[in-house]
């Protein structure tokens, strides 16, 4: 049994709320001829869980393949991936500005889903858990939108907002895991990490 895993992610978040569960790991970055976007196309009429399940399962499969062609010591996986869904729409990582400020906009005032998918795995055994949690943003003036994106924070966010940053004033209600909602969930990271060996 290995005494770490690797975290196949390029989030701070995700490697700072794996560093609270106190368990040692080591980055599993994509190379840079990889196209990790290229994972996260959505398929046309993809339900919203079904996608972010999809999409870790790719994570995981593209990570793997990254261990063992660099030769690196065998050790489990961990991959995760976080989208935000208004009904059945999907709201990824914004393409631009414009892009964050039209999101920040269809979200205002509504509650909507934030679905993290978490995968730990090896060549011969994979677990996988899904949480699912609601935001309720207050309803938001296009000056309010305007300042926040300026800011830069909705960069490489899904739904173009960080939980943890400026985005909280907007924030009226919660329901579900904040860790998962920052991109990790705890709970469900830790039974997957027990599920393998380690302690928690």
Do not use: N, W
């Not at 966010?157 to 924030?171: D, E, H, L, P």
Request: glycine share 8%; hydrophobic share 45%; aromatic share 6%.
């Amino acid at each position: 049994m290995s005494d770490f895993i690797y975290l196949a992610s390029q989030s701070p978040r995700r490697r700072q709320l794996l560093e609270q569960l106190g368990v040692r790991h080591e980055l599993l970055l994509p190379d840079a001829d990889e196209d990790a976007e290229a994972i996260e196309a959505v398929f046309s009429g993809e339900a919203p869980a079904a996608y972010v399940q999809r999409v870790t399962q790719l994570k995981l499969d593209a990570a793997l393949a990254r261990l063992k062609r660099r030769g690196l010591p065998a050790a489990p996986v961990l991959c995760s991936d976080t989208t935000v869904a208004l009904g059945r729409t999907i709201y990824g990582k914004p393409a631009d500005a414009a892009d964050a400020r039209r999101m920040l906009a269809e979200l205002a005032g509504h509650s909507h889903r934030v679905l993290t998918a978490v995968a730990i795995g090896t060549p011969r055994r994979r677990l996988q858990a899904l949480s699912s949690s609601r935001v309720t943003f207050t309803a938001l003036s296009r000056p309010q939108i305007s300042a926040y994106v300026a800011g830069g924070e909705p960069r490489g966010k899904a739904g173009a907002y960080a939980v943890q940053g400026r985005a909280a004033a907007f924030i009226s209600h919660i329901s579900g895991s904040y860790s998962g909602i920052m991109g990790l969930p705890m709970h469900e990271t830790a039974q997957l990490l027990q599920a393998f060996g380690f302690k928690i």
